[in-house]
């Protein structure tokens, strides 16, 4: 990357997107009235005759709640929910929402109750605050309770947040507005959080929010949360990109100026009234292309998109026509999302075409009343209510339809306790987060199903009963196996028989979409439950004998009750026939148990059986001072080696693994083989201390190893390499090796005196350009 500055950069970015549709940021630092007057500006944009009473009232309890409280960047905390007010507004919502946003942190933050909110706002506006406050501390990294089974926690929590997350939502979908809101206007000012804060919640957002509000339809929250999520977690590229992209300004912009000019002229001359604009792309969806058709920037024509909006469908297809008798139209890339509209409402006419020039572009055709709806999505139905007369009267539509696929998620979910499963196919398979594929029934009816759905899908989006006696289907007329790929515009019909014996579990690992999977499931569960019940128990015996635990001991009711109670289930005998079926792993019934177990009855090594094992040492036979500058349990001397997992070094917390016959082995408390020791494995743990002055010569050196992860570049190990030679240390082994990606991952072994001494070494690493980050090997 070029000698510019981040100030620049920034300047750059918020150029680039001066001319979207994007909801503006607000001016950091503003006086809160400034930002109320604007507030109320846009309300009265969008409704101009509405009474503010409700939002005034709001903003001066807000005021009043959060004052003397500051944020991390300085500014008075009622900026916050302002600013969050202020994007509700951008999107038009009604005032309640409005006045939830202001008060969202109110519960939260300060001394106000539930009761006294409702007598103020009304159960409306409590439902929606009490909404937002329940999903206040939703972090997907924190609060890890046993650092020995660190991932499965946090995989657990994750799992419990989005549950949580979809049930608000079901209540109201306008609590996840006013979370998206809040959201948005965090990520604005992340910079003001710590290195590791920016990654967690640049990751949660890209992750959970990011899919959340495309599948709610708002582009104009998703396009601002998709970059500033890269920003954070790809800082290196996203910048490099905006730079790129903002040396090449001059020359797209004149080229998409051109381009409006000749289509503006081509529609009026046929008589169609239309607004049209040029478009650019935001920085992520840029960067996603590069990435995924492994080009680089220069190779990607299409930056921007013509936009023409009409009055109605009859103009958008006219438009097309006319479109594509000017320009040549690229075979495949035309889609056709107003007679099949995607999930999230979204409808347009898309068509990549060949400009003049040579190069592709892409234009996109639809209504004013499309535009309103790709732009704020489910929030476009969300009107203010107005009373005239005394008579409320709503222009709210009926959203049973558009939020169908939440309830879906609520079905499935409350039959999934296989938080893993739940997590898998919440990320890649579920139809929230994927593309779809539209298929007609026989009788024309179009259904809409995850990209690379089977017929088995199909059958189970119909009903349950035609996938269970599904036994063949035909696409277009024509038999085809049942793992057939369904294509856009297939019509599929399902052959069914009475004779059926029902799914096979190798229907599991075809289909694609979560409800024919978790129907599949069901089956399974209801139609043979003894043999999952005796299968079950055959997992838990043979995975309880490998791990050299005697089930029989742990398998009491009282430790059958806890997983009972955990899980939700009527019986034991519902817990083994899940886990016959798959739905609950067989690892985490037995280590619960045992866990349980343990705490009636600890086991502990005593001192006699340490000296055992590490050599019938006493200690009044041992020296003052240790040779390996390590004190295990008080014991000098005793015979101890590092392990090369970690690569103990002074100044580490360590923890010393009594071994058979080899003595006591040293390891880091982070190392990864500690953190995933067994119960049984766990009793051989002692402590263990550095001796005081083990980093001085006379102790000699440590072996230690580092990873570094960097952009490949020519020259990048000269520059790593002289770090250590000026440092005066001296190098035992170096590798790299480089993804197809251009990411180099490089692993140095040295020795040196401790840790002081690798965190200078590190920190000067950290400086190298193209050096992402540093650490220590775990294991």
Known sequence: MADISTEELERIEREYHSGSDNIKPIQEFSKPEDLYDELIASIRKYHPSTDITLIEKAYHVAFEAHKGQVRKSGEAYIIHPLCVAIILAELELDKETIAAGLLHDVLEDTVMTEEQ????????????????????????????????????DRLEMQAENLRKMFLAMAKDIRVIMIKLADRLHNMRTLKYQSKEAQQRIARETQEIYCP??????????????????????????????????????????????GLVVDVRREIEEAGIKAEISGRAKHFFSIYKKMVNQNKTIDQIYDLFAIRIIVDTVKDCYAALGIMH????????????????????????????????????????????????????GIAAHWKYKEVNNGVTTSTTVTEEEKLSWLRQILEWQRDMSDNKEFMTLLKSDLDLFSDTVFCFTPSGDVKNLPNGSTPIDFA??????????MVGAKVNGKLVPIDYVIQNGDRIEVITSQNSKGPSRDWLSIV??????????????????????LHGKELINNYAKAKGINFGEINKPEYQGKIIRKY?????????????????????????????????????????????????????????????????????????????CCSPVPGDEIVGFVTRGRGVSIHRTDCVNILHLSDMERVRLIEAEWQEGADKEQFGEYHTEIKIFCHDRSGLLVDITKVFTEAEINISGIHSK???????TIDVAFQTKGRGQITKIVEKIRQIESVMDVERTTG
């Not at 999520?229 to 905006?242: F, G, H, R, T, W």
């Not at 690229?330 to 347009?348: E, L, T, V």
């Not at 480089?738 to 180099?744: F, H, N, P, R, V």
């Open 568 to 644: 939700g289930f009527h019986d034991w005998n519902s817990c083994l026939a899940t886990v016959g079926h798959g739905g609950l792993k067989e690892s985490q019934i037995v280590n619960r148990m045992y866990d349980e177990y343990r705490k009636d009855h600890p086991i502990t090594l005593t001192d006699q059986e340490v000296l055992a094992a590490v050599g019938e040492n006493k200690q009044e036979d041992m020296p003052k001072h240790s040779k390996s500058g390590i004190v295990v349990k008080g014991l000098y001397d005793v015979a101890v080696h590092f392990s090369k």
């Open 460 to 469: 189970y989006s119909i009903h349950s009963a035609v996938g269970n006696k």
């Open 117 to 152: 909110m409702r007598e103020e706002f009304g159960d409306e506006v409590l439902l929606l605050v009490d909404g937002v406050t329940k999903l206040q501390h939703l972090h997907l990294t924190d609060n890890i309770k046993n650092p020995k089974d660190k991932n499965a």
């Open 738 to 744: 480089t993804s197809k990606q251009g990411i180099a």
């Open 212 to 257: 959340i509000a495309q599948r709610l339809g708002i582009s104009k929250i998703k396009i601002e949360l998709e970059d500033l999520s890269l920003k954070y977690l790809e800082p290196e590229a996203y910048y490099d990109l905006v730079e790129k992209v903002a040396l090449r300004k001059n020359v797209r912009d004149a080229y998409v100026q």
């Open 512 to 533: 694609k979409s979560t409800q024919a999977k978790n129907k599949i499931n069901q089956w399974f569960r209801s139609e043979l439950k003894e043999e999952n019940i």
């Open 325 to 376: 008798e000017k320009y040549k139209p690229i075979p495949g890339r035309f889609k056709d999302y107003i007679a099949m509209p995607k999930p999230n409402m979204y409808q347009s006419l898309h068509t990549t075409l060949i400009g003049p020039s040579g190069q592709p572009f892409e234009i996109q055709i639809r209504t004013f009343e499309m535009h309103r709806t790709a732009e704020y």
